[in-house]
């Protein structure tokens, strides 16, 4: 008997009632990208459980739009034209943010900054300054390695501890003041005293004289982190114990946003 093409329809969706092959689409580029950027079809379909031929047919469609492009070694890697996507997404995500970050502002007085892991670095996507005359500032869009940051801390203490070695391999630990962790050692110690602790802190490691309080957004659509900024005369031990329940508040209101909002 001839297939209709009800049936065909809906052979193509996913139990979840979405396309399947839109699916496995968006699954082999986060693949791609939690691999660094570039990957072979058979770490793809080892990783996916999906076979090589389903694979190579996706991927062909992904380089046809020019969100994958296959380099002269024959690896794929991840495509110029994701990067207005990524771009104009992260402009939006800042957008959400910003009445949040503003109510860190009022409730702390410092500098409030919202962050993403992108790749192996912190790309800051949204901020709002503090009223003191002697404040924090971070160009929105700027991009840091994550190993000196409090946003960074808070972004990779939930990466398992091999993928944390091979991102600072990749990076490398340069100093960028006196008090910047420089080994990877020392940098799991301190994601480790993160998990315990709810926050990451920045103590002079980015900058000198500055300090910096750090949370992740939790079940945030991608990985996000926010914190507060200031000179480390005013964000203090003491001053710490005050922030960092509203860090964490607002964190939770803003993943709430950011869900509710299909983000």
Known sequence: M?????????????????????????????????????????????????????????????????????????????????????????????????????????????????ALLDGDEIVYVAQVPSKHSMRMFTEVGRRVLPHSTGVGKALLASVPDAEVRALLARTGMPAATEKTITTPEGFLAALAEVRELGYAVDDNEQEVGVRCLAVSVPDSPTAAAISISGPAGRVTEAATGKIVPVLQQVAVELSQALVNSGA
């Open 2 to 114: 001839p297939t209709s093409s009800a049936s065909t329809t809906d052979s193509a969706k996913s139990s979840s009632g979405g396309v399947q092959s839109l699916e496995r689409a968006f699954d082999l580029l986060e693949r791609m990208a939690d691999a660094g950027g570039e990957v072979g079809l058979s770490e793809l379909s080892a990783s996916s459980g999906l076979p090589l031929p389903t694979i190579h047919r996706l991927m062909r469609t992904l380089v046809a739009c020019g969100y994958v492009r296959q380099q002269p070694n024959r690896r794929y890697a991840l495509g110029p034209r994701l990067i207005r996507l990524g771009e104009s997404a992260s402009r939006l995500l800042g957008t959400w943010a910003r009445p949040y970050l503003a109510r860190l502002v009022e409730d702390t007085g410092e500098t409030a900054n919202m």
